[in-house]
């Protein structure tokens, strides 16, 4: 007999770790310095959040972007963006793992949607005040710069479920009977 089911207690633990899974992301575009934008043809210029480099492979030229205030806006709101998520992380934890107190849920909740909207802003300046600061050619934003989208992403997702499982306190703490989808013979 085969069963199908949503094991809800599961959730305790795998919803914390998405969120850890989100600073991962977070830390790795912020900290990237191998650029989130490149050029496409000559691999002569690329940029990270901080940094803007030109030349060839041996020898490149580094000017800061820190010179430029939307630059500075970036890198604001992507930290405080990650100080808050990191913030909501240990809340997270505290709320489900070792205890489950279902009133943080909602709280955490809020927090993530503070991360999303500060980190969609960021993710949105970034491209437009570089393109307008730079008019040659055709860039590609790398890997870095995808991974602070999937923090984002993350973020969104754990938002939607740290507000949808006040609901399920019952199934959360196991009290609940097992409601299963498909059930077979």
């Not at 998405?18 to 490149?38: N, Q, R």
């Not at 491209?127 to 600061?133: A, H, T």
């Not at 730079?134 to 754990?158: D, K, N, R």
């Not at 507000?163 to 196991?174: K, M, N």
């Amino acid at each position: 007999m085969f069963r199908c089911g949503i094991a809800y207690p599961r959730c305790r633990w795998i919803v914390p770790l998405l969120l850890l899974f989100a600073i991962i992301f977070d830390i790795i575009a912020i900290a990237a310095t191998s650029g989130w934008v490149e050029d496409e043809d000559a691999k002569s210029h690329y940029a990270s959040m901080w940094y803007q480099y030109r030349g060839r492979s041996d020898q490149w030229d580094h000017k800061s972007l820190m010179e430029f205030s939307w630059a500075q806006a970036v890198a604001a709101l992507m930290i405080l963006g990650l100080i808050i998520l990191i913030i909501a992380f240990i809340v997270s934890c505290v709320a489900l793992c070792c205890s489950l107190n279902t009133a943080l849920l909602p709280v955490i909740g809020a927090m993530l949607i503070v991360v999303v909207v500060l980190q969609v802003i960021a993710l949105i300046i970034y491209p437009v005040k570089f393109n307008e600061l730079i008019f040659e050619g055709h860039y590609y934003y790398t890997w870095a710069y995808g991974f602070g989208w999937g923090a984002t992403i993350l973020c969104i997702g754990c938002a939607i479920l740290f507000c949808c499982l006040p609901r399920y306190e019952d199934e959360l703490t196991g009290l609940a009977k097992t409601k299963y989808l498909y059930s077979s013979a």
